[in-house]
């Protein structure tokens, strides 16, 4: 196990500096925000996921919360990737990133893009929950219908 | 923990390379590198002894127990009773009847919970906790307030880590009926002064439970001396097996109190009108019980007495106090638990490196910590942290292990730059 395969410059990057770093408040316009609460109770890791549609398009996407180096350049490296995505793409993308997380021999896609650094994550079968938390707590706050999801 | 050695007389008596021996997992190759265990707060590894007698058991005398004439049966029988009267002496209990065979400290305090308390209070009682208990000394008796509508009461803990006496004296009152307190604490290596607050409690007319999960491997119990109503451990903390551990109790206290579990092995006569039952110990060990595990946990005392439980503890302090220096020499550690009494435990941070990415960097190593929250979450929240790395050390542990930790801290240091 090559620690410099899971902890790549990027993944440090993100870590250090997240993007969409934040919460996303409803605009006056009416753009409705999707809201979701992430936790995995083994580690302490704690997100929220903040996402305004345009239809079916990702228009804005913002996470708050605090957690290991792991899940917090996940759900940085998830944001900038599915900002102005569909709805479908994104369901996709999440089958591409779930793949790459839990396969050794999964060759990254090229639509995966920066994504592709989490690959040393499958090495390390201890931290796949901390990649996939970003990603379930996104699909809450898309999934869940509108009663079940908190709005702002 | 009160290990009344000269430091110098116990480092000459103390061979910790020949208990190594003992432990044949100890030999694993973890990542490319020899295991360095440091997680025994969690579960400790088992020594040769013990894996001999579970397995020579299995091997020879293993039938069910307490049921048949046969040879085997009466093996059987007496291997187990004879792990009872082991565990008697190991506690210095007055008598075999007060020695109850359980899954574990959490299952020990659950029988409490149901059986005791949850038949006898009522709104207006109170059940007393302390700030830095484990889940399993917590949740049973909010299952317990739920259940009666008693209170639950906490008392406070300070930034080191230690129990705020006074603030616990001035919780007690006639209202409370239960004081339920860690001998040691799991997150925070603190060690409760429990025999002050034994007396304490009693004055008020209050039984008092003890988690010594995490004080068995680490000093000589004595329940007699320490006047605790009841006392509960886990095997596989003081390297037996899982699956087993002892709940010790006032007889009077268990005489009085119902079964939690009705089935064989704790009746005496059972017709569809009337069932009797089981005298102690065996009217609270319903089923057929964990028989192997009993006699390996046996073999754990006589092997922890054989190496001497003050010589383990001095042992242990001296890594303690190592580790707690060598890694207050690194930049950005802060310790979590800074008590002055503690036992075998140093829970840390690393600034700018979570815990989780903490524990995968030492176990690329090869080192073995544990991280996370220690199923003692209302610690960190006090503390205002996710997560601790924990080390803790075992009789096994070396002066080589706090330096593997305290380079592997290093690489870590260098990963996150």
């Given at each position: 196990?090559?620690?410099?395969?899971?902890?790549?410059?990027?993944?440090?990057?993100?870590?250090?500096?997240?993007?969409?770093?934040?919460?996303?408040?409803?605009?006056?316009?009416?753009?409705?925000?999707?809201?979701?609460?992430?936790?995995?109770?083994?580690?302490?890791?704690?997100?929220?996921?903040?996402?305004?549609?345009?239809?079916?398009?990702?228009?804005?996407?913002?996470?708050?919360?605090?957690?290991?180096?792991?899940?917090?350049?996940?759900?940085?490296?998830?944001?900038?990737?599915?900002?102005?995505?569909?709805?479908?793409?994104?369901?996709?993308?999440?089958?591409?990133?779930h793949n790459l997380l839990t396969?050794?021999?999964?060759?990254?896609?090229?639509?995966?893009?920066?994504?592709?650094?989490?690959?040393?994550?499958?090495?390390?079968?201890?931290?796949?929950?901390?990649?996939?938390?970003?990603?379930?707590?996104?699909?809450?706050?898309?999934?869940?219908?509108?009663?079940?999801?908190?709005?702002? | 923990?009160?290990?009344?050695?000269?430091?110098?007389?116990?480092?000459?008596?103390?061979?910790?390379?020949?208990?190594?021996?003992d432990f044949p997992i100890l030999?694993?190759?973890?990542?490319?590198?020899?295991?360095?265990?440091?997680?025994?707060?969690?579960?400790?590894?088992?020594?040769?002894?013990?894996?001999?007698?579970?397995?020579?058991?299995?091997?020879?005398?293993?039938?069910?127990?307490?049921?048949?004439?046969?040879?085997?049966?009466?093996?059987?029988?007496?291997?187990f009773e004879g792990a009872r009267?082991?565990?008697?002496?190991?506690?210095?209990?007055?008598?075999?009847?007060?020695?109850?065979?359980?899954?574990?400290?959490?299952?020990?305090?659950?029988?409490?919970?149901?059986?005791?308390?949850?038949?006898?209070?009522?709104?207006?009682?109170?059940?007393?906790?302390?700030?830095?208990?484990?889940?399993?000394?917590?949740?049973?008796?909010?299952?317990?307030?739920?259940?009666?509508?008693?209170?639950?009461?906490?008392?406070?803990?300070?930034?080191?880590?230690?129990?705020?006496?006074?603030?616990?004296?001035?919780?007690?009152?006639?209202?409370?009926?239960?004081?339920?307190?860690?001998?040691?604490?799991?997150?925070?290596?603190?060690?409760?002064?429990?025999?002050?607050?034994?007396?304490?409690?009693?004055?008020?007319?209050?039984?008092?439970?003890?988690?010594?999960?995490?004080?068995?491997?680490?000093?000589?119990?004595?329940?007699?001396?320490?006047?605790?109503?009841?006392?509960?451990?886990?095997?596989?903390?003081?390297?037996?097996?899982?699956?087993?551990?002892?709940?010790?109790?006032?007889?009077?206290?268990?005489?009085?109190?119902?079964?939690?579990?009705?089935?064989?092995?704790?009746?005496?006569?059972?017709?569809?009108?009337?069932?009797?039952?089981?005298?102690?110990?065996?009217?609270?060990?319903?089923?057929?019980?964990?028989?192997?595990?009993?006699?390996?946990?046996?073999?754990?005392?006589?092997?922890?007495?054989?190496?001497?439980?003050?010589?383990?503890?001095?042992?242990?302090?001296?890594?303690?106090?190592?580790?707690?220096?060598?890694?207050?020499?690194?930049?950005?550690?802060?310790?979590?638990?800074?008590?002055?009494?503690?036992?075998?435990?140093?829970?840390?941070?690393?600034?700018?490196?979570?815990?989780?990415?903490?524990?995968?960097?030492?176990?690329?190593?090869?080192?073995?910590?544990?991280?996370?929250?220690?199923?003692?979450?209302?610690?960190?929240?006090?503390?205002?942290?996710?997560?601790?790395?924990?080390?803790?050390?075992?009789?096994?542990?070396?002066?080589?292990?706090?330096?593997?930790?305290?380079?592997?801290?290093?690489?870590?240091?260098?990963?996150?730059?």
């Amino acid at each position: 196990m090559d620690l410099k395969e899971l902890y790549r410059d990027v993944i440090l990057d993100h870590n250090r500096h997240p993007r969409n770093f934040g919460r996303l408040e409803s605009a006056g316009s009416g753009g409705e925000v999707l809201h979701a609460d992430g936790h995995n109770p083994l580690c302490g890791d704690r997100l929220s996921v903040y996402v305004r549609l345009n239809g079916e398009r990702i228009e804005d996407i913002r996470f708050e919360g605090s957690g290991c180096a792991i899940s917090t350049a996940s759900a940085s490296l998830m944001t900038e990737a599915v900002k102005g995505k569909e709805r479908a793409a994104v369901a996709r993308l999440f089958d591409q990133v779930h793949n790459l997380l839990t396969h050794h021999d999964a060759a990254p896609g090229a639509a995966l893009g920066k994504l592709a650094a989490l690959s040393g994550v499958s090495e390390f079968p201890a931290r796949v929950k901390c990649a996939t938390l970003s990603w379930h707590t996104l699909n809450a706050a898309l999934g869940h219908g509108a009663a079940t999801v908190s709005t702002e | 923990m009160a290990a009344n050695v000269s430091p110098r007389a116990a480092r000459q008596a103390y061979d910790a390379a020949r208990v190594r021996r003992d432990f044949p997992i100890l030999a694993t190759q973890v990542n490319g590198h020899p295991l360095v265990y440091l997680d025994s707060a969690a579960s400790s590894q088992r020594p040769l002894p013990v894996l001999r007698a579970v397995e020579d058991y299995e091997t020879h005398s293993h039938a069910n127990v307490h049921r048949g004439v046969h040879a085997l049966s009466q093996a059987a029988t007496s291997a187990f009773e004879g792990a009872r009267e082991r565990a008697r002496r190991f506690l210095n209990a007055r008598s075999t009847r007060e020695i109850i065979f359980v899954r574990g400290t959490t299952e020990a305090i659950n029988l409490v919970a149901q059986s005791y308390a949850r038949p006898r209070f009522a709104p207006g009682d109170e059940i007393l906790i302390t700030a830095l208990e484990h889940h399993a000394n917590i949740v049973p008796w909010q299952m317990v307030c739920e259940a009666t509508g008693c209170t639950l009461k906490v008392a406070p803990i300070n930034r080191r880590g230690e129990l705020l006496y006074e603030e616990l004296a001035q919780l007690l009152s006639p209202r409370t009926r239960l004081v339920a307190i860690a001998h040691v604490s799991n997150a925070l290596g603190t060690v409760l002064p429990v025999k002050r607050i034994v007396e304490a409690a009693h004055a008020q007319g209050a039984v008092v439970l003890v988690d010594g999960a995490q004080a068995v491997p680490h000093s000589r119990i004595d329940v007699r001396a320490l006047g605790a109503d009841f006392y509960a451990f886990s095997g596989h903390k003081m390297y037996a097996p899982t699956g087993i551990g002892v709940l010790y109790g006032r007889e009077e206290l268990l005489a009085a109190m119902p079964p939690w579990q009705g089935g064989g092995e704790m009746i005496l006569t059972v017709s569809f009108d009337q069932t009797t039952y089981n005298e102690l110990p065996w009217k609270f060990e319903a089923g057929t019980p964990n028989i192997s595990g009993a006699v390996g946990l046996a073999a754990a005392m006589d092997y922890l007495e054989s190496l001497g439980l003050e010589a383990v503890a001095a042992h242990e302090a001296r890594l303690l106090a190592l580790a707690t220096a060598e890694l207050l020499r690194i930049p950005g550690i802060e310790l979590v638990g800074t008590a002055a009494h503690k036992a075998s435990v140093v829970s840390f941070t690393l600034a700018g490196v979570h815990a989780h990415d903490l524990g995968t960097i030492l176990d690329t190593e090869g080192i073995a910590v544990r991280t996370g929250h220690h199923c003692a979450m209302p610690v960190m929240t006090f503390f205002g942290i996710p997560a601790t790395a924990r080390a803790s050390f075992g009789c096994y542990n070396t002066e080589d292990d706090v330096a593997r930790l305290v380079a592997g801290l290093g690489r870590a240091r260098e990963v996150f730059g």
